[in-house]
């Protein structure tokens, strides 16, 4: 995958692209910039510091199903980090997005999902899903209005799944 230029509703443009290994520093230093609630909506837990093995994590994967995303501004600061890991079968995919504290509010998550969207369905990725704090408003506002379904984790009530279909079931 090239890298793409996006533009938000703001006029605010970002490139995105895979990531690559040697993001690993640049990622790390991107997440000292993430404001804390942020850094455990995005974990699910408490996170002070993201750990090497996350880091390698988000920037190497040996795995096919799993496939890391990076954004920059135009004046080249990192500004958000997204994952989307499908399953086995690579029909149903999980997204997980953060985006840097002084670049929110501009429409970076809106389009960053969006592409991430539109990456899945031409990789044949029928549904996607995210595991959301039920106090992320903000993210589960936003997906709502990209048309995710929100639904009560049944197995935690503190947690949501938010679920969006992509493009035609019968295609593949």
């Known amino acids: ?13 970002f490139e995105v692209r895979r990531a690559r290994p040697e993001d690993e520093a640049t990622v790390a230093e991107f997440f000292t910039h993430v404001a804390p609630e942020d850094l455990r909506f995005r974990f699910l837990g408490a996170v002070k510091e993201v750990s090497h093995e996350r880091l390698v994590a988000m920037t190497r994967s040996d795995d096919p199903h799993v496939h ?21 079968t690579d029909l149903r995919g999980e997204v997980a997005i953060c985006i840097r504290q002084d670049r929110k509010h501009l429409g970076v998550g809106w389009e960053f ?26 993210a589960i506002e936003l997906e709502r209005e990209m048309g995710f379904t929100v639904q009560t984790d049944p197995e935690d009530p503190t947690l949501v ?12």
């Not at 230029?5 to 443009?13: I, M, P, V």
């Not at 890391?68 to 086995?88: M, W």
Request: charged share 25%; no cysteine.
């Open 1 to 13: 995958m090239m890298n793409k230029t996006l533009s938000t509703h703001t006029g605010f443009r």
């Open 68 to 88: 890391n995303f990076v954004a920059f501004s135009t004046d080249g600061t990192l500004i958000a980090v997204a994952t989307l890991a499908a399953d086995s």
């Open 113 to 138: 999902l969006g592409h991430i969207a539109r990456y899945a369905e031409e990789h044949g990725i029928r549904t996607i899903e995210s595991i959301e704090s039920r106090e992320n408003r903000a």
């Open 161 to 172: 799944l938010v679920r969006r279909s992509l493009g035609d079931p019968t295609r593949r």
